[in-house]
């Protein structure tokens, strides 16, 4: 009989043995087996908790997404004023957090985007995240410009955010966060000038 309160113990212990799992052999070579013994535990514990390999790359991601908002949220509260700069600036930093790219967290994302083209249950997940991102950015930029000028620089910001952090991740050398950052403000203060 499982111990009353181990289920988000457990869950979060799974989590972080996936992430070091990709971390150190991919998302292919990452096995029920492999995660089972990072984390210490059977591999009918993955089962149990996430039925199958997928279920656990689905709860990860949630986990890292979840990171992404709770950044997002703490970097908007901070923000000196209510401004949508101020706002897009949050955005913009929370997708350049550290827990958006520490090592593991960027092999996992790229093992996400790559799996679900082929999983409907990731691909949901990752048009979630899509339409998250496209919306938050819209609605500040809605702030400031027209509707359809919000809408093309919304995508426009988040192509060169999802660009910038692609090369970053695929670059093989250490990740210049800061001036990824930098070239998404310079396009979002080009974006906001239109207003003036």
Known sequence: MPKIGMQPIRRSQLIAAT???????????ASIAYIARLAGVSNGIISHYFKDKNGLLEATMRHLMQALNASMRRRRAMQPDDSPRAHLRAIVDSNFDDSQVNGPAMKTWLAFWASSMHQPSLNRLQRINDHRLYS??????RRAL???SARAA?????????GLWLRGALSGEAFDIQQAVQIAYDYLDQQLAKAE
């Open 19 to 29: 992430l070091e799992a990709v971390d150190q052999v991919g998302m292919s070579d």
């Open 136 to 141: 938050n950015l819209c609605g500040q930029f």
């Open 154 to 162: 919304a995508r426009g910001l988040a192509a060169l955010i999802d």
């Open 146 to 148: 027209p509707q359809e």
